[in-house]
């Protein structure tokens, strides 16, 4: 090595990776080598296959905003890390912004699974890309090399556990709080009980006046939401600190809580100025043991999809099929219908079309309809068409 590579090597200040090396493509081979063996994966690695690894694999360099990979994507390559910052992330989520100095990617290179979260630059960025051929010749068959990979992601397992332990907490703050805050409800629901009275009237001659039946109405629906919030609270805080309760399913009239759940939604936002339609068999359907506060979750959840699918004045169909053993409920827009490329991922993943949208609504769906009701929970979908959701349960 020659004066002036010394004093470029020097200058690095004994390789930390605070900065980065962005300059790495133009500097000579000796100090290519002596950047990658204080990357954790190469630190006992012999010249001659890092040398192999800066002749055959090649730099990648990614733009302010460029992806570099995205979830989902089936990929035979990992990548070495040599500048710039890199943002991982699932869906809108921010898992975690790493610097230079590591290595990333090497998952789907063990396990052969799409990739399980985006990566994409943060400013500009350089890496080294590394094959399937490669990693599995070079660096598998160095038991160093594995133990650094398992390090690595011993690390980000622990690292994980962390961000949601801490999620967790505040979930659960969050949602103690909630109850708090729906207090006043009891307090207006005392008053509105006593308004009820003065409008049925002081005695058994009056005459109850105009707007009783307005109120009894709206009172008894605020009540039926606040007794369902209050529910979905506790089963939250129960899942938080992993205090089991038993799953209550009894017989309920399947019928009645299709119109119930399709008045009370098409309140909602995406339901304006859409119509309902209710499809219901020809015989009257048998009560079905259910768990009512779910299951009008699940409908609500398909209502508001199809809402957000459908054009203005558009139709949602609701109804019921009888199928020999089963109740088939549905839940049809009339919209563009789902992409072929949506479809696998739709029930597996946290998926949403919507701005505003999480992806957890079908994932609820289908766990409250197969693991809680031992139903199941399907779609079908025709491009420029629309989109049809069912769910059984057993009769």
Known sequence: MNSQESE??????AFSFEDGFSDYENLPKPSKLEILKNISLFHTFPDRVLERLVDSCKLIRLSNEEVLCEEGAVEEKMWVH???????????????????????GEM??????????????????????????FFHKEILTDTQAVLSIMRTLTNRARHN?????????????????????MVPLSIS???MNGLLKKLEGTSKNHKKREGYDELDTGLKKMISVKNNVLTLIDQTLSVTVRKKSDYIRSPADIVKLVHETTEDTFCHKQLKNKQSKITLPGKPVQEINFNELDIKRVLQNLMINAGYASEKNGVVEVGIQ????EAWVYVTDHGTGIPDDVKPLLLKEKYTSKPDGNGFGLLSCREIIEEYHDGKFWFESE???????YFSLAL
């Open 8 to 13: 470029t090597l020097a200058e690095k200040e």
């Open 82 to 104: 040599l500048s710039g910052e890199l943002l991982i992330y699932k869906l809108k989520k921010t898992i975690d912004v790493i610097r230079p100095g590591g290595f990333l």
């Open 108 to 133: 789907s290179l063990i396990d052969n699974l799409p990739r399980a979260a985006s990566i994409r630059s943060v400013g500009d960025s350089l890496l080294i890309e590394i094959d399937n051929e």
């Open 161 to 181: 556990l962390d961000i949601i332990a801490n999620e967790c907490r505040q979930l659960n703050c969050m949602v103690h709080d909630m109850r708090n805050y």
């Open 189 to 191: 629901e005392v008053h």
């Open 322 to 325: 009888i199928k020999e053993k």
């Open 383 to 389: 491009w420029g068409k629309g989109t049809t959701f």
